[in-house]
């Protein structure tokens, strides 16, 4: 099952343009995170934002988390031929531990043509 | 710092032959995870060591067994391998309540 659902399953832009990918959960959440995940490599951590948080900025990302519709978006600003890869929201619930049990949406595509 | 390391990179097996993979980090986190990749599919947690003496079962467990052998190490083996298991399969590792840090991934293939 999984908690987060990215949307579109694709985008194609050309560089500059500005792209935009949706994430929708579930249930109540402590933070969401946001990866990008380069063609036949490992996942990289790009942001985290918090429940208490609305909007987040990192460099030519911007993050915006509404919890009354359950839904973030990841804006990416200027996009380069470099912006090219898969990128994935993730939450879910901390165990007693304080270990973070995430699930992962199945991503959006993103191609960024020069 | 080399961050998470897995071996193998690639590996092809027979239905029915065992194989373990390999994780070790070098950051110090007290939590590691095991994730499968196929397409169309995201992540799926097949099992986690919330810290070092403790394993725990995720998502997807059945058929594969695993084992924290330190704080550094985390290993997934496959005791009979199903043609079901061919995956890209990644590891990670965290400290609590911040992110995860994977690494490269092993490409298996099980014929």
């Known amino acids: 099952s999984q908690q987060g659902e990215e949307d579109p399953q694709a985008l194609s832009i050309q560089e500059g343009e500005n792209a935009t990918m949706n994430c929708s959960y579930k249930t109540s959440i402590n933070n969401l995170q946001w990866y990008r995940q380069n063609s036949g490599r490992g996942l990289v951590h790009l942001i985290l934002i918090r429940s208490n948080e609305r909007e987040k900025h990192s460099g030519r990302l911007r993050v915006t988390l509404d919890t009354s519709k359950k839904s973030s978006s990841l804006l990416i600003t200027a996009s380069r031929a470099a912006d090219t890869a898969s990128y994935f929201c993730a939450t879910g619930p901390f165990m007693n531990t304080g270990f973070q049990k995430l699930v992962f949406g199945t991503g959006t595509r993103l191609l960024v043509s020069p | 710092n080399a961050g998470v390391t897995q071996t193998p990179k690639f590996q092809v097996l027979k239905t029915g032959q065992s194989m373990t993979l390999q994780c070790a980090q070098d950051?110090?986190?007290?939590?590691m995870y095991w994730y499968r990749q196929d397409p169309g599919m995201g992540l799926r947690l097949i099992y986690y060591s919330a810290s070092e003496g403790t394993t725990d079962k995720g998502e997807v467990p059945n058929g594969y067994n695993v084992s924290r052998l330190n704080k550094r190490e985390f290993s997934l083996r496959l005791e009979s391998a199903a043609p079901s298991q061919t995956s890209v399969y990644f590891c990670?590792?965290?400290?609590?309540?911040?992110?995860?840090?994977f690494g490269p991934g092993t490409r298996l293939t099980v014929l």
């Open positions: 950051m110090n986190h007290n939590s």
């Open positions: 990670a590792s965290s400290e609590y309540r911040v992110e995860q840090f």
